[in-house]
C-alpha cells in the first residue's frame, strides 16, 4: 500500500492482471482531520448544515452522495418546474464527473512548489447563509469513510460473483442498417480484430478477422455467393467460420480441419449488431441490453455512429458531463448557453457490480430529474420524462453505446430519441442532424484527446490527477470507481484509485506530414492521392460519413449536383456570349449567375457534412 501523492506510482507489469492500491488518497490519514502537508486551515470539519444541499454529513436518510432526501430538502429545492429542454439538450447534457477528495499540496521538492489551491473568491452562497470553504466543495473526508460502508454491500455482491472478465460482455458493434449488404466490415474490440458480414440470406456472421493460411485480413475480402472469400488465395468461409473452398487444392482432397476461422456470436437487437466476445461460455441472453424506450410505439430517434481517436473512458466521461456543456457547446443548438453553467445537484440511487445509476438536475430553476445508467461494459443512458401542455407523459431518451477499438481509438454509437412528434424531424433530412452532432464531437476532441495523452503517460489513477468537485464531478467518479472494481479484468484500465497501463503503449499516427496530409485530410476519396496513407481519425470524413450510408449518399448527390451546375452555368454564360441579342444575353448571363450560385449552394453542403467544425478563435 502506497500513498498517491508518492511521486512514482508503480504500475503492473503485465497490464492487466495486477493492480495498484491507493486506499489512502492525497496523504490522508483516518487518525488526523488534517491533510498531511495541507495548506494551512484546510481541515477535514464537520459540514455545516446551512450549505446542506451540497455538503451535509450523510446520515441514513440521505443520499449516498450527499443530497438529502425529499422529506428533509429545504423548501427553496423541493419544488420542481417542468422542463428539461429538447431531446439533443438531454442527450448531450448526459455525463457528470468523478468528485474529489481534499487535495493537499505536495511537498516542495527542488525546482518545483507546492501546488495552489483554486481561489474561493467566487465560492457559492446557498439559502441559508455561508460560503462553501474548498473542504466543502470538494469531497470531505467524512465522506471518504461513509463511502467505504456505503460500498460494503456492493464488494460483498461482487465477491460472490465470479471475476469481472471482458470477455464476457455483448459489446455494440454496429448500427444494423449501415452494416454493408455486399462487402465485410473489419471491427474491433479491444485489441481483438474482427470482421462482420452478411450472407445470402440477410444473416449476420462474425469471425477473427485473420485468414488461417497466411494471416491476411478477412476484413480486405468480398462477399462471394454469400460466403466471406479472403482475396489473397481465393480461401472462402461460411456459417460459423468453416473454410468451404481452397482452390488451390488438389482434386479429391479434404480441407484441412484446422482450415476455419474463430467465430463469434453476433445478435441483431433494437437496431444495434451486438457480438459475444467470450471464446469460452456461451451468450448469456440475460446480459444483452434491451432499452425499454426504443421500444415505445410512436418513438422516434436520430442514431448515428462515429469512430473518436480516443480512449472509450474518456468518451464514457465526456457524455457524463453535463457541466461542461454550456460552455463547451455555447450556441451549438437552442439550448446550450454559457451563461446557464452552474452547479448540479446529482444523487447516486443504484450500485451494483455491473454499474451505477442515479438522478441529477440544474440548482436554478429547480427542473425535472434527469435519470442517468451506466451499465457494463460500455452502455450509458441519460433519461426524461415530464408532462407537456396536453397532460401527456413524454419520454425523452439520450443513449451511448462506446465500444474500445484499441487505445486511444473507440467507436460510438449515439442514438437520441423522444416519443414527441416534432415536425423539425420531418422537415430536415437525416445528414443535417449527423452533421451538427459530428459538430458536438469536434468541439470537444481537442480536450478529450489531450486528456487521453496525460493519462498514458502519468500512468496515475484519475483520483490523483483530477480535482472533482461535488457540484458537477460525480458520475465520472462512480465510473472510475467501478473501473477500480472490475478493472482487474481488462486488458487496461485507469480507476480512481488503482490503474493498470496498456504494458506496450501504442503509437498511433494520427495523419501524415507534409503536402499529402493536406490533400488527404482536405479530399478523403478511397483511391485519391491521400488514399495510401492510413485514414485520419481526426477527420469527420473518416470518422462518420464512411459509416454511414445517408451522409455518404448526401455528399455524392451534392458534389454531383454541383458539378453539374457548374457546368450548366459555365456553358449558359458561353452561350450569352455567342447571343446576338441583347435580350438574350441578360437572361443567359442571369441563369448563369443562378446556377452558378446554386452549384456554390451544393458544394457548401457537401462541406458541411464533410468538414471539421473550427472554433472562430482558432480559425486563420
Same mark, same amino acid.
Given at each position: ?174 448500427l444494423t442498417a449501415e452494416v454493408p449488404h455486399d462487402a465485410p466490415l473489419g471491427l474491433a474490440v479491444f485489441h481483438k480484430q474482427l470482421v462482420l458480414y452478411r450472407d445470402a440470406a440477410g444473416a449476420f456472421h462474425c469471425y477473427e478477422d485473420r485468414c488461417p493460411h497466411r494471416l491476411a485480413k478477412l476484413s480486405e475480402g468480398q462477399v462471394v455467393d454469400g460466403r466471406l472469400e479472403c482475396l489473397y488465395h481465393g480461401w472462402q468461409f461460411e456459417g460459423d467460420g468453416k473454410c468451404v473452398k481452397i482452390p488451390q487444392l488438389p482434386e479429391g482432397a479434404r480441407i484441412p480441419r ?145 465500444r474500445p477499438t484499441g487505445q486511444g481509438r473507440s467507436m460510438v454509437i449515439i442514438r437520441f430519441g423522444t416519443t414527441l412528434q416534432s415536425p423539425v424531424m420531418k422537415l430536415f433530412p437525416q445528414w443535417f442532424f449527423h452533421q451538427n452532432i459530428s459538430k458536438v464531437l469536434e468541439q470537444d476532441m481537442g480536450f478529450l484527446s489531450s486528456q487521453n495523452e496525460v493519462l498514458l503517460r502519468e500512468k496515475a489513477p484519475t483520483g490523483k490527477l483530477y480535482i472533482n468537485l461535488r457540484s458537477c464531478d460525480t458520475w465520472v467518479a462512480e465510473y472510475r470507481k467501478w473501473k477500480d472494481r ?16 496498456? $504494458?506496450?503503449? #501504442?503509437?498511433?499516427? =494520427?495523419?501524415? *506530414?507534409? @503536402? &499529402? +496530409? ?6 478523403? %476519396? ?49 452561350? $450569352?456570349?455567342? #447571343?446576338?441579342?441583347? =435580350?438574350?444575353? *441578360?437572361? @443567359? &448571363? +442571369? ?6 450560385? %446554386? ?22
Amino acid at each position: 500500500t502506497i500513498h498517491a501523492c508518492d511521486p512514482h506510482v508503480p504500475t503492473s507489469p503485465n497490464g492487466g492482471a495486477a493492480r495498484t492500491f491507493l486506499p489512502a488518497p492525497w496523504g490522508w490519514s483516518p487518525r488526523s482531520a488534517v491533510c498531511e502537508g495541507n495548506a494551512p486551515g484546510f481541515s477535514h470539519r464537520p459540514v455545516p448544515m446551512k450549505v446542506a444541499a451540497l455538503s451535509s454529513p450523510r446520515p441514513s436518510s440521505t443520499s449516498l452522495h450527499g443530497e438529502r432526501s425529499p422529506s428533509q430538502r429545504p423548501s427553496w429545492w423541493s419544488s420542481p418546474q417542468r422542463g428539461g429542454g429538447g431531446f439533443l439538450a438531454a442527450a448531450a447534457s448526459s455525463s457528470v464527473y468523478p468528485r474529489r477528495r481534499p487535495r493537499a499540496s505536495h511537498s516542495a521538492a527542488p525546482g518545483r512548489g507546492p501546488r495552489p489551491y483554486p481561489t474561493m473568491a467566487g465560492a457559492q452562497v446557498l439559502p441559508g447563509g455561508g460560503a462553501l470553504d474548498e473542504g466543502e466543495l470538494l469531497i470531505p473526508a467524512e465522506e471518504a469513510e461513509a463511502e467505504v460502508e456505503a460500498n460494503a454491500e456492493v464488494a460483498a455482491q461482487w465477491g460472490h460473483e465470479r471475476q469481472y472478465d471482458w470477455r464476457e460482455e455483448w459489446y455494440p458493434l454496429y448500427l444494423t442498417a449501415e452494416v454493408p449488404h455486399d462487402a465485410p466490415l473489419g471491427l474491433a474490440v479491444f485489441h481483438k480484430q474482427l470482421v462482420l458480414y452478411r450472407d445470402a440470406a440477410g444473416a449476420f456472421h462474425c469471425y477473427e478477422d485473420r485468414c488461417p493460411h497466411r494471416l491476411a485480413k478477412l476484413s480486405e475480402g468480398q462477399v462471394v455467393d454469400g460466403r466471406l472469400e479472403c482475396l489473397y488465395h481465393g480461401w472462402q468461409f461460411e456459417g460459423d467460420g468453416k473454410c468451404v473452398k481452397i482452390p488451390q487444392l488438389p482434386e479429391g482432397a479434404r480441407i484441412p480441419r484446422s482450415a476455419c476461422v474463430r467465430a463469434y456470436e453476433v445478435r441483431d437487437s433494437q437496431g444495434v449488431v451486438w457480438v459475444w466476445m467470450s471464446e469460452r461460455n456461451p451468450p448469456e441472453a440475460a446480459k444483452l441490453p434491451w432499452f425499454e424506450h426504443y421500444a415505445r410505439p410512436g418513438f422516434q430517434d436520430v442514431s448515428t455512429i462515429h469512430e473518436l481517436p480516443y480512449d472509450h473512458s474518456i468518451l464514457l466521461e465526456n457524455f457524463m458531463d453535463p457541466a461542461h456543456v454550456p460552455i463547451s457547446h455555447d450556441r451549438t443548438d437552442f439550448y446550450s448557453k454559457r451563461e446557464d453553467a452552474q452547479p448540479l445537484l446529482f444523487e447516486v440511487t443504484e450500485r451494483s457490480a455491473r454499474g451505477f445509476a442515479g438522478t441529477w438536475r440544474k440548482s436554478r430553476p429547480p427542473t425535472v430529474a434527469n435519470h442517468l445508467r451506466f451499465d457494463a461494459p460500455c452502455v450509458l443512458q441519460n433519461n426524461n420524462e415530464y408532462v407537456d401542455k396536453s397532460g401527456t407523459l413524454r419520454h425523452v431518451s439520450a443513449l451511448f453505446l462506446c465500444r474500445p477499438t484499441g487505445q486511444g481509438r473507440s467507436m460510438v454509437i449515439i442514438r437520441f430519441g423522444t416519443t414527441l412528434q416534432s415536425p423539425v424531424m420531418k422537415l430536415f433530412p437525416q445528414w443535417f442532424f449527423h452533421q451538427n452532432i459530428s459538430k458536438v464531437l469536434e468541439q470537444d476532441m481537442g480536450f478529450l484527446s489531450s486528456q487521453n495523452e496525460v493519462l498514458l503517460r502519468e500512468k496515475a489513477p484519475t483520483g490523483k490527477l483530477y480535482i472533482n468537485l461535488r457540484s458537477c464531478d460525480t458520475w465520472v467518479a462512480e465510473y472510475r470507481k467501478w473501473k477500480d472494481r472490475a478493472g482487474s479484468g481488462m486488458p487496461y484500465y485507469f480507476g480512481h484509485s488503482t490503474v493498470s497501463p496498456p $504494458a506496450t503503449p #501504442a503509437v498511433v499516427e =494520427q495523419a501524415p *506530414a507534409g @503536402l &499529402v +496530409a493536406g490533400v488527404s485530410g482536405s479530399s478523403p %476519396a478511397k483511391g485519391g492521392l491521400g488514399g495510401i496513407h492510413a485514414p485520419n481519425p481526426t477527420n469527420r470524413y473518416f470518422r462518420h460519413v464512411v459509416h454511414c450510408r445517408g451522409c455518404s449518399s448526401a455528399v455524392r448527390a451534392f458534389r454531383g449536383w454541383g458539378r453539374a451546375l457548374y457546368l450548366l452555368a459555365l456553358l449558359a454564360a458561353s452561350l $450569352a456570349i455567342l #447571343a446576338s441579342r441583347r =435580350q438574350w444575353k *441578360a437572361v @443567359l &448571363v +442571369a441563369a448563369s449567375c443562378l446556377l452558378a450560385v %446554386a452549384g456554390y449552394v451544393c458544394s457548401s453542403a457537401a462541406s458541411l457534412v464533410t468538414t471539421n467544425f473550427t472554433r472562430a478563435h482558432r480559425r486563420l
